[in-house]
């Protein structure tokens, strides 16, 4: 406490948790395990905690003089994905190519048709799963404003020397799901054709996009036991 103000350090909540958790209960995690050598004082008959471990919730309990840990739940495994949605313009991976299709917004999160052009071309940087990957589903956000988008999704295994597979398909207005089939590859990569309607001032609006390969099923968040 500082001055009676009943406001504890954050330092002081940290120091004293560790001390507990490590200390008196005497978990500790290796690389193979969670170790628990126990220092409880000799009017505790038994205690424990919830511990972080390796990506899951561990329960340590201690009941005289014996210990035990047990997940708490079982693994989450999401499945591979590549989000473009903050930064259309590039990654680290590269830049976007494109003809006549400007980028909006202070981080380049949006792109449209430059003014007064029919139609334009925004191709992705080309994304590498560092794996074989097969791609199952695209999720476009986009605004048509009565005009037209669409996509291919390309894959290749020599860093897009050559196309290995591809598919195209037709954007529809808002954020949608659209099922890929017959996908594989290392990398990938996405290329957008935008097409205004005749006469119109509004330009159709790329907001965002993402690819999804299918990982080790998912499996909620249970207990075990």
């Known amino acids: 406490m500082k001055h009676g103000d009943s406001e504890p350090y954050l330092a002081d909540m940290v120091a004293v948790t560790a001390a507990a958790v490590h200390g008196t209960l005497g978990i500790q995690p290796t690389w193979e395990k969670l170790v628990v050598t126990p220092c409880l004082p000799a009017d505790w008959p038994r205690a424990g905690a ?3 471990y390796k990506g899951q919730r561990h329960r340590v309990t201690i009941d005289g003089g014996t210990a035990q840990a047990k997940p708490l739940e079982q693994p989450i495994a ?3 994905l590549w989000l473009m949605d903050f930064n259309l313009r590039k990654t680290t991976d590269g830049e976007a ?3 006549n299709v400007i980028f909006l917004g202070h981080y380049s999160d949006r792109i449209q048709l430059t003014e007064g052009a029919a139609s334009g071309t925004y191709q992705s940087p080309a994304h590498d799963w560092a794996m074989p990957a097969s791609p199952k589903e695209l999720t476009v956000a986009a605004d048509l404003n009565r005009g037209q988008i669409s996509v291919a999704v390309e894959t290749s295994d ?7 597979s591809q598919t195209r398909l037709s954007v529809r207005d808002g954020v949608n799901a659209y099922s890929l089939r017959n996908l594989q590859g290392r990398a990938l990569r996405a290329r957008f054709e935008l097409f205004r309607q005749r006469g119109a001032d509004a330009s159709p609006i790329v907001d965002g996009f993402r690819l ?6 998912a499996m909620s968040a249970l207990p075990t036991n």
Request: hydrophobic residues 25%; charged residues 25%.
């Open 158 to 164: 020599d860093g897009f020397k050559t196309v290995r």
């Open 78 to 80: 999401l499945p591979p």
């Open 97 to 99: 190519q494109t003809t």
């Open 212 to 217: 999804v390969c299918p990982g080790q099923k």
């Open 50 to 52: 919830d511990v972080l």
